[in-house]
């Protein structure tokens, strides 16, 4: 085979794995689309025939009462802003909770509720990046997560130093908090709660890619696209 004929196509190949991973990746990555705005839909409609494990309306109305949570903005590390809820108590006892891709502290209402109502705890409730109305593009599967996660806990320990502090996360909020661990949290962290986080990168892609019936083919080709595109990225940081 011609010397020439044979780079083209290794090179070519090379390419075409990078094109279907981006574009896999941007799936996954670009503006994590979250539904927030039909929240109060869908509480709405299970008024009139409520099912237990949905019944939240009552939950979202707790939530959402006037002066209860107040919205905090603040720039992470990387000088982007980030938002969340927050309740303050007099005590000294802190919950953060990170919500998972695509969606949003109120569609946890009902979790909250009841932790709120058990330990009347100061409660910071995330929003996370590229969720919602948040001015980022990007969501990294809960990587740059866990550092805006540490950027809340400095929020919190920098107006109280005595803060005892329980990080939870729920599905990608559970990688975030995960990841917040292997960045190092101060000693103010007394416990975390990873809520059924993913196994890895690839096979969280992979997983998905199946389910929304991308052929087997493909998703193989596009997985390892990913994981390339996605270590690239997380090394671009001029990119976020």
């Given at each position: 085979?011609?010397?020439?004929?044979?780079?083209f196509?290794i090179?070519?190949?090379?390419?075409l794995?990078?094109?279907v991973?981006?574009?896999?990746?941007?799936?996954?990555?670009?503006?994590?689309?979250s539904?927030?705005?039909?929240?109060?839909?869908?509480a709405?409609?299970?008024?009139?025939?409520?099912?237990?494990?949905?019944?939240?309306?009552?939950?979202?109305?707790?939530?959402?009462?006037?002066?209860?949570?107040?919205k905090?903005?603040?720039?992470?590390?990387?000088?982007k802003?980030?938002?969340?809820?927050?309740?303050?108590e007099?005590?000294?006892?802190?919950?953060?909770?990170?919500?998972?891709?695509?969606?949003s502290?109120?569609?946890?209402?009902?979790?909250?509720?009841?932790?709120?109502?058990?330990?009347?705890?100061?409660?910071?409730?995330?929003?996370?990046?590229?969720?919602?109305?948040?001015?980022?593009k990007?969501?990294?599967?809960?990587?740059?997560?866990?550092?805006?996660?540490?950027?809340w806990?400095?929020?919190?320990?920098?107006?109280?130093?005595?803060?005892?502090?329980?990080?939870?996360?729920?599905?990608?909020?559970?990688?975030?908090?995960?990841?917040?661990l292997?960045?190092?949290?101060?000693?103010?962290?007394?416990?975390i709660?990873?809520?059924?986080?993913?196994?890895?990168?690839?096979?969280?892609y992979?997983?998905?890619?199946?389910?929304?019936?991308?052929?087997?083919?493909?998703?193989?080709?596009?997985?390892?696209?990913?994981?390339?595109?996605?270590?690239?990225?997380?090394?671009?940081?001029?990119?976020?």
């Amino acid at each position: 085979m011609n010397i020439g004929l044979l780079v083209f196509i290794i090179v070519f190949s090379i390419i075409l794995v990078l094109f279907v991973g981006l574009i896999l990746t941007g799936f996954f990555i670009i503006r994590g689309a979250s539904h927030t705005k039909y929240i109060h839909q869908i509480a709405d409609s299970y008024k009139d025939d409520p099912q237990p494990e949905f019944e939240f309306a009552k939950d979202l109305d707790w939530f959402k009462q006037e002066g209860f949570f107040a919205k905090e903005r603040i720039k992470s590390y990387d000088h982007k802003h980030i938002e969340a809820y927050f309740h303050k108590e007099l005590n000294h006892n802190y919950l953060i909770f990170a919500h998972g891709y695509t969606g949003s502290p109120e569609e946890k209402s009902k979790c909250l509720h009841m932790l709120y109502d058990k330990y009347k705890c100061n409660m910071l409730v995330m929003k996370q990046r590229a969720h919602g109305n948040s001015e980022i593009k990007y969501v990294t599967m809960g990587h740059r997560e866990g550092k805006d996660l540490l950027s809340w806990i400095d929020f919190i320990v920098n107006s109280d130093s005595e803060a005892n502090i329980i990080v939870f996360g729920e599905s990608m909020g559970a990688a975030t908090v995960l990841y917040g661990l292997d960045f190092g949290y101060p000693k103010n962290v007394k416990c975390i709660i990873a809520d059924c986080g993913y196994t890895n990168i690839p096979t969280q892609y992979e997983f998905t890619s199946r389910s929304i019936g991308i052929p087997k083919l493909v998703t193989k080709i596009g997985v390892f696209g990913c994981t390339l595109a996605f270590f690239f990225i997380f090394h671009i940081h001029h990119l976020f």
